[in-house]
């Protein structure tokens, strides 16, 4: 890797030997792919890293623009007097799956393009990133997410307190039960998708993989939403529910928000050990 640009691949920093994105497995020598190594738990060089900053950076915009571009169309949608004559259901859908796409796209060679709490536990679990970084990511995109939802109040806060304000409730008619399964199951299909879609040995051996790979988890966040707006509103990222949370600042929203962080960690860690240990057969431990 040497003489290559610094951040070429999935999540890289000046620590070329690891990607914090992907599948890391115990591969033999006679293998055509080379899997990195786990990353270790605390990795204070990369404190010193521009790259580790910019990282965060990044997915603290990224977090900023999705909010923005998806609670302005949860809004546009909510405030229509006909509903005919709005994005509908599907529309929403469409917008949190098409910025996903657009997003990890845009950030996926910087800082993996996570752009949720949820994806970063997941990968966190299958030593992709360090705890360092791990932390520091869903920091940033939480406040990403609070300023994006902060933005779009400060459009019209009438509109945007009329309707909600975007804000992940448990639906009239579902038990908070059917609220978190919701969240778990949505999540582990996000989650699993980003590990099968950044697959080290599937990058090897079909090139077109990691260019492919933001389509399939943008398709997963768009038919995530189709299947549970109309149960929760479609968390499957902490930082989108908190951020909504926070800026609409209601009692209601704030009595379900626990569900929106277990169900996707736990709905990550699952997608993790599945994936990991079931699909690839990697183990969870460092290399003596």
């Not at 657009?102 to 996570?114: F, K, M, P, R």
């Not at 707006?229 to 990222?237: A, K, L, R, V």
Request: hydrophobic share 45%; aromatic share 12%.
């Amino acid at each position: 890797m040497e003489g290559k640009e610094e951040d070429v691949r999935l999540g890289a920093n000046k620590y070329s030997e690891r990607q914090p994105i992907g599948t890391a497995a115990q591969g033999s020598e006679d293998k055509d792919y080379k899997e990195p190594p786990p990353a270790p738990l605390f990795e204070p060089g990369e404190l010193k890293s521009w790259s580790f900053y910019r990282a965060g950076i990044a997915e603290f915009m990224a977090t900023f623009l999705f909010l923005y571009v998806t609670i302005l169309t949860v809004m546009g949608y909510s405030g229509a007097t006909s509903k005919c004559a709005s994005v509908g259901i599907q529309g929403i859908a469409w917008s949190f799956g098409g910025m996903i796409f657009a997003l990890v796209y845009c950030t996926a060679g910087i800082s993996g393009g996570h752009i949720n709490p949820a994806v970063t536990f997941g990968l966190f679990l299958a030593r992709k990133l360090s705890l360092t970084r791990a932390v520091f990511y869903i920091i940033m995109q939480c406040l990403g997410a609070i300023c994006g939802a902060g933005v779009v109040k400060g459009f019209q806060q009438g509109l945007y307190m009329g309707n909600g304000g975007g804000a992940n409730v448990v639906a009239p008619g579902y038990t908070k039960g059917s609220g978190l399964g919701a969240e778990i199951i949505g999540t582990f299909v996000l989650v699993y998708t980003v590990f099968s879609a950044t697959d080290a040995k599937r990058n090897a051996r079909d090139s077109h993989v990691p260019i492919l790979a933001p389509l399939p988890i943008g398709f997963a966040v768009f038919l995530v939403h189709l299947a549970t707006i109309p149960i929760t509103g479609t968390g499957i990222n902490p930082a989108r529910s908190l951020g909504a949370a926070i800026i609409y600042n209601r009692e209601h929203a704030w009595s379900d928000h626990w569900i929106f962080w277990v169900g996707p960690f736990i709905g990550a860690a699952l997608a993790a050990v599945y994936h990991q240990v079931v699909i690839r057969a990697i183990p969870f431990k460092t290399k003596s």
